[in-house]
């Protein structure tokens, strides 16, 4: 499964807790989420900086 399908996967999940009152449940799938999302390291001559500083 794609990465996007995942993610359209979890978003359905936390809204179907949502409908069922299930708010603090919809809420850890959510943040679960965003937890894994975490900004990608690259390595540049030895040193790790984030992605976006490495890419121009």
Partial sequence: ????????????????????????????ILKEETETEKPVVKSHKGIQVPATATES
Avoid at 17 to 27: D, P
């Fill in 1 to 28: 499964m794609g990465w996007f399908a995942k993610k359209l996967e979890k978003m359905f999940t936390a809204v179907t807790f949502a409908e069922a009152g299930e708010f603090e449940t919809s809420r850890q």
